[in-house]
């Protein structure tokens, strides 16, 4: 054999090696694909499922797709003032929801999507963006946000649907106003205990 034949079918499989590679590349799910975006987004993956009527490749295709735009978000700490003004607003919803739960529901999702802009998620006035960003980084709680800007802008939800929503934003909340020490929003007990009328 010639050693220009032979440089020739080496030249031949290198090509054929790096093209499977790359192909196989693609095929396999990567750092963001598969398992990696299941663990790292919770219950957020399985909406996202459910959402795409059971495609998961769907699914993780929107989800890497999140994790490209907002992986890199580095969440901007805040001054001990603005967290207790922040946990004080949280409470006064709270403590609002008795006399006019629409409007404590309301309230709760203006100061969410105030905190997430504070520190550093995109403005509430892209609110899909804002949640797309905070799914990344709070996938464990951004469902309470979702369910409270859905109840602040429908009016079909019912007391306890609001109730619920505002518990759960709630979890979102101390994610977001943590760091360190931080004042604690009073509880929201006075919630659980609320006799609801009608239900």
Excluded at 56 to 80: F, I, N, Y
Excluded at 152 to 164: G, K, L, Q, V, Y
């Amino acid at each position: 054999m010639s050693t220009g034949l032979l440089i020739v079918l080496i030249v031949i499989v290198v090509v054929a090696v790096v093209v499977g590679g790359v192909a196989l590349r693609k095929r396999a799910p990567g750092p963001h694909g598969g398992r990696n975006l299941k663990r790292r987004f919770g219950p957020e993956y399985e909406r996202v499922v459910a959402r795409h009527d059971g495609d998961a490749k769907a699914a993780e295709h929107e989800l890497g797709e999140r994790v490209e735009r907002h992986g890199d978000l580095r969440e901007r700490p805040l001054e001990s003032a603005e967290r207790e003004r922040f946990a004080a607003r949280w409470t006064a919803a709270q403590e609002h929801f008795v006399e006019s739960p629409q409007q404590a529901v309301a309230d709760a999702d203006l100061l969410l999507a105030e905190l997430a802009g504070a520190r550093g998620f995109p403005d509430g006035g892209q609110y899909e963006e804002q949640l797309a960003a905070l799914s990344v980084h709070h996938a464990d709680h951004v469902d309470g946000y979702r369910r409270v800007h859905r109840a602040a802008h429908e009016n079909r939800a019912d007391t306890e649907e609001m109730r619920s929503a505002l518990i759960e934003a709630r979890a979102l909340f101390d994610d977001l106003v943590g760091e360190g020490e931080r004042p604690r929003p009073k509880s929201h007990s006075r919630l659980n205990k609320l006799q609801l009328k009608g239900s």
